[in-house]
């Protein structure tokens, strides 16, 4: 007893805990290899220290720099990743289960690093605009702003991905400067509490950014407000006796779950047994019942076949999972380990006996599970274990229970209207996977399956060479879906850190509009000098420095010259009979003419600060520009992002956006758009 270590509590800046309570089990062979502790949290003391140590410390970043912090924790983490997944093993996890959790987690840290130096500001206020007037006269206008809460955020993570768990929700929080408070599961609580050991050694996270609470949540979510969040990943019962936590609905404390649903995988029947994207449906199937040993809240529960083919796919997927290896993962040769406990192997067991009721078992254990290792006998292992189901529609059970476990269900339908309907009785899935290599089956059943899926796969041999899978949720793309799924979202690139962010309307004159947004706001004061704005250093640019350019006329010779250079002979610009018959009434220039000619009236020529253009947004051509118009641009420094890089030469750089407006001669205007610039620093 005395070898065996007792998992700790890391709560306001110590780890909490000595005394040894539950018992954990290695999931390989229910050895005895971990407690956790006795001692009580003081949820008091949790709350406090996020709200004020750690909401203090993630305010002194802005986003640029929390997103430096994310990528230097990823690197740091990715350096020491072996020691992640000698624990992982313990948890019967494959090295493919395991690089899912491990290196999926941190490229997820990785990826919003990523996405929030490319996407966020160098500030704590996220203008989301474009700001709209609201008066007639130009001085009243709206716009909407995302600021941090000041609150704190809980995560309540699922046994299965103890370390993406955290850290797919840990990094648009942290983004977002919500403090975190992350609960595992506690069946395999000690993968994530060497996570946290090794994220608090690297000392890369502000003080108060990330506490980890080992056992109950005791009083935790009695504690919270207003300003707080909950997420939870989980069983759909357990996600609606949170949700109904009198103190979060008194305090209207956000609450997003994302709960294991009964996900399917409809083969459509324009796929024969020869083609490949019938294969592709068996294999994508197999490894969804077999990786993790089936315990992905994505996992395919339900396998929608066409009538006919239904002994095909049947006898395929027997011949594929009866070469699937069980047993300790560390063994060469070994594809399945086992489920994450003995009692998550009882419940896996009780649900499957009542899936099989009036089902046929068409693969399983008949008697002992084979199972390959030392040691393993008393391991939670489980069988794959594939039934059939021919009554689907009048069968509530297949669409009820779910064995979270390598289990899963063949149905059989008449139509693609039935095959969707059965797909539908899941109330409500996280992912489903169309095979189908006909794109007019797709563009139908897409848009009904969309109703009821969080994400929808559409697979076949072109996708498939890329294809990341149905069950693999991404950091770009969202991660949720309806009903039974929880009703929630995660992930979904920077949509995901939006949803920690409190979003606020705000009114008043463009000039104050500019000035809390950070950004130039159409309307706003300018701020003209002598020194041309591509002269100044990024770190001397103020957003509102502007130039107004001089005029330009737009001759015959400027179109007929832009069109020999750029090969547009387009007829609007130099057919004038048929010019006339238009809308326009005439002949007009090109609409890149009138880009290429407002950079002539702004660019500053000699070399400068301004080391590059990479980038045009929001382009609109609006008014059309004909022979003899004048035109003439103003250029407004709209918003400036320090990327906290630097080049070659270690001279630092930023990027900095240009508001550019093209008017014409009756201060018409008739291009519109930003510019991105990439900005040297003085030094």
């Known amino acids: 007893m005395s070898n065996v270590a007792t998992l700790q509590s890391f709560i306001g800046g110590r780890w909490h805990g000595k005394e040894a309570a539950s018992p954990l089990h290695s999931a390989l062979t229910n050895s005895l290899i971990y407690h956790t502790h006795a001692e009580a949290i003081d949820f008091a003391e949790a709350v406090d220290y996020g709200r004020k140590t750690g909401t203090r410390s993630l305010m002194a970043l802005d986003f640029q720099q929390r997103a430096a912090c994310l990528k230097a924790l990823a690197l740091y983490l990715m350096e020491r990743k072996e020691e992640l997944y000698k624990v992982s093993h313990l948890t019967g996890a494959t090295r493919a289960d395991s690089w899912v959790d491990v290196e999926g987690g941190i490229g997820t840290l990785f990826a919003y690093a990523s996405m929030g130096s490319r996407e966020l500001p160098s500030s704590n206020v996220l203008h989301e605009g474009p700001a709209m007037a609201l008066g007639k006269r130009g001085g009243f206008s709206g716009t909407h702003i995302l600021v941090p809460r000041g609150g704190i955020a ?99 404390v956000p609450f997003t779950a994302e709960a294991d649903s009964l996900n399917c995988a409809i083969l459509a029947p324009d796929v024969q047994p020869d083609d490949p994207e019938f294969d592709l449906f068996v294999k994508e199937v197999a490894r969804e019942m077999t990786g993790k040993a089936g315990q992905k809240c994505t996992a395919i529960r339900r396998i929608i076949v066409p009538r006919q083919q239904a002994d095909a796919v049947a006898e395929r997927l027997r011949e594929r999972l009866a070469k699937v290896t069980v047993g300790d993962p560390s063994v060469e040769g070994v594809r399945m380990g086992s489920l994450a406990s003995k009692d998550q192997q009882r419940d896996v067991a009780a649900q499957v006996e009542r899936l099989a009721a009036g089902n046929e078992l068409i693969f399983g254990a008949k008697g002992d599970l084979k199972l390959i290792g030392e040691g393993v006998s008393e391991g939670a292992f489980f069988s794959p274990t594939l039934l059939m189901c021919r009554n689907a529609m009048e069968n509530d059970a297949v669409h009820d229970i779910e064995a979270f476990g390598p289990v899963s269900t063949l149905m059989t339908y008449g139509d693609m209207d039935e095959a969707l309907a059965l797909a539908a009785r899941g109330k409500g899935s996280l992912v489903s996977t169309l095979v189908t290599k006909d794109p007019k089956i797709a563009a139908h059943a897409v848009p009904v399956a969309a109703a009821h899926h969080g994400r929808v796969l559409v697979l076949e041999r072109e996708a498939s060479v890329d294809s990341t899978g149905h069950g693999s949720p991404l950091p770009q793309l969202k991660h949720g879906g309806p009903g039974r799924a929880g009703g929630g979202e995660e992930l979904g690139g920077i949509r995901a850190v939006k949803h920690f962010l409190q979003r606020t309307a705000v009114q008043g004159s463009p000039t104050m509009l500019a000035a809390i947004t950070g950004e130039y706001v159409r309307g706003a004061a300018v701020k003209e000098s002598d020194l041309h704005p591509f002269r100044k250093y990024f770190e001397d640019l103020e957003v509102g420095d502007s130039l107004l350019t001089h005029r330009r006329t737009v001759s015959e010779a400027d179109i007929v010259n832009f069109g020999g250079v750029s090969g547009d002979y387009f007829y609007m610009h130099f057919d004038d009979i048929a010019a006339k018959d238009t809308q326009f009434g005439k002949r007009i220039a090109h609409g890149y003419f009138v880009l290429s000619a407002a950079a002539g009236l702004f660019v500053s020529p000699a070399p400068g600060p301004v080391l590059a253009n990479y980038g045009l947004d929001n382009l609109r051509f609006i008014t059309p520009v004909g022979i003899g118009d004048t035109i003439r641009a103003r250029l407004t420094c709209k918003r400036k992002v320090d990327r906290n890089r630097k080049d070659d030469k270690g001279v630092g750089q930023g990027v900095v956006a240009w508001d550019v407006q093209v008017t014409n001669q009756n201060d018409e205007l008739v291009a519109s758009y930003d510019i991105l610039t990439l900005v040297s620093k003085r030094s």
Not at 184 to 206: C, H, K, Q
Not at 215 to 224: I, K, N, P
Request: hydrophobic fraction near 45%; glycine fraction near 10%; include cysteine.
């Open 154 to 252: 809980v995560h309540i993570n699922a046994f299965n991905f103890p370390i993406w768990g955290l850290l797919e929700k840990f990094a648009p929080s942290f983004l977002a400067a919500l403090p975190c408070i992350g609960k595992p599961a506690t069946a395999t609580s000690y993968l994530t509490e060497a996570l946290i050991r090794m994220i608090n050694d690297s000392g890369l996270l502000p003080d108060g950014a990330l506490q980890l609470v080992i056992g109950s949540t005791g009083d935790l979510l009695d504690r919270l407000g207003g300003s707080d969040v909950v997420t939870f990943t989980g069983s759909a019962d357990t996600a609606a006796k949170l949700r109904a936590n009198r103190n979060l609905i008194a305090n209207s």
